[in-house]
């Protein structure tokens, strides 16, 4: 056989690449960022969560003209605002339970200088989607940066633009003003307050872990994976999945290599997992011949219903119980941690009315109280559409 024969023959050899990790968590300053991006497209008409339409509506007129203003000229992706989160490196393990300080007082030692780096990386970032990848301009030459921006710039202009890199100490300032009017006016409280919530829905979506990323995607955001998120994971390493309270059904993501973060509306999952975790019990109740409702969840059941399921060994215990009938013995022998553990957390579900106790032939046996934890579900849903 000739060599160019044997060549045909022999299967090509290409270099691999590891599997996506992936990991769920709350991250205080993703989910600002986030939240910020909702904000500035949230005009009547466009779909979004009532929410947002009527906090942007709320907001002072000076807060809302930098809101547009700093997320108006890095494309429609709104790149520039992702930039000072993203260099705080949010996802480093330190920075895992970072709250607004941490990331305040980061951004607030950057010198001015590495707000025009933003910017210009922002803007490159753009070029490389639009196929034309640039690199920016010397500062000064006005000329150059105003066709350095002009494909990007959408409720901002390119006069706008140059103003701002004329004067870094301006951007810089501009930049922090409208992180702190964010978080002080208009998100600190409502992120406080739906906290209980994203954390279950992080701990929920643990599971999807096994899946694989195209799989876990689908089911995190009920959606499809989108050609163009598929076709930039070639330099993606990790990717996040970041509950979020008024994303609602639609999908948002970052990628900022070598980090992907997909966004989920964690009202919407809380309701898929618990129908899912429920489907025996529902069989069993349309089989014979009524309906389940949802019991109205009060404010502080539903709190105290979401700070219960905020653990994961507490998780783990609805997800025995939904299978079966358990007695404590058992639990602590799936669970493999202490009894006395063990009955904490029985006894903090017991309070929270996710679990039910029966004490038969002297021994307490657990299950779980569906209907408490569809109204949660429920409630939790009502509220993301509120």
């Not at 006016?185 to 307050?193: A, I, L, R």
């Not at 007695?327 to 009315?353: D, K, N, T, W």
Request: glycine residues 8%.
């Amino acid at each position: 056989m000739a060599p160019a024969d044997r060549a045909n023959n022999v299967g090509e050899l290409v270099a691999g690449k590891p599997v996506l990790q992936l990991d769920f968590r709350v991250s205080l300053p993703l989910d600002l960022v986030s939240v910020m991006s909702l904000l500035y497209r949230a005009v009547p008409g466009s779909g979004l969560d009532p929410w947002l339409v009527a906090t942007r509506r709320s907001m002072p007129d000076d807060l809302r003209a930098d809101l547009d203003l700093l997320h108006g000229f890095s494309g429609r992706l709104l790149y520039y605002m992702e930039e000072p989160v993203l260099r705080f490196r949010p996802l480093a393990p330190e920075n895992h339970e970072a709250g607004f300080g941490d990331l305040i007082g980061y951004l607030e030692r950057q010198p001015p200088e590495s707000y025009l780096e933003m910017v210009a990386h922002a803007l490159e970032r753009v070029h490389r989607d639009l196929g034309t990848p640039r690199t920016a301009p010397p500062m000064g030459d006005d000329g150059a940066w105003r066709r350095f921006t002009e494909p990007a710039v959408t409720t901002a202009t390119s006069d706008d633009v140059i103003a701002l890199v004329a004067e870094p100490a301006v951007l810089k300032e501009r930049t922090l003003t409208l992180i702190r009017g964010i978080w002080d006016q208009v998100y600190g409280t409502e992120f406080q307050n739906r906290l209980p919530m994203l954390t279950v829905a992080a701990r929920l979506a643990e599971p999807e872990r096994d899946r694989g990323f195209g799989q876990a995607f689908a089911n995190l955001t009920g959606s499809r994976l989108p050609s163009t998120l598929l076709s930039g994971l070639n330099d993606v390493e990790c990717v996040t999945f970041c509950p979020s309270a008024h994303l609602g059904s639609f999908v948002s993501y970052i990628r900022y290599p070598p980090d992907l973060v997909v966004f989920f509306g964690a009202p919407d999952w809380i309701a898929r997992a618990a129908a899912s975790g429920r489907h025996e019990a529902d069989a069993g109740a349309t089989r014979n011949g009524r309906t389940l409702e949802a019991p109205r969840i009060s404010g502080d059941d539903l709190l105290d219903g979401l700070r219960a399921l905020a653990d994961p060994n507490r998780l783990r215990i609805i997800e025995l119980l939904g299978r079966d009938e358990l007695y404590a013995q058992e639990i602590v022998g799936r669970l493999g941690i202490a009894q006395s553990a063990v009955s904490r957390h029985l006894a903090l579900l017991e309070r929270a009315g996710l679990v039910v106790v029966q004490p038969r032939r002297g021994m307490k046996y657990y299950r779980v109280a569906g209907d408490q934890l569809t109204g949660i579900a429920e409630a939790v849903r009502q509220r993301g559409r509120a």
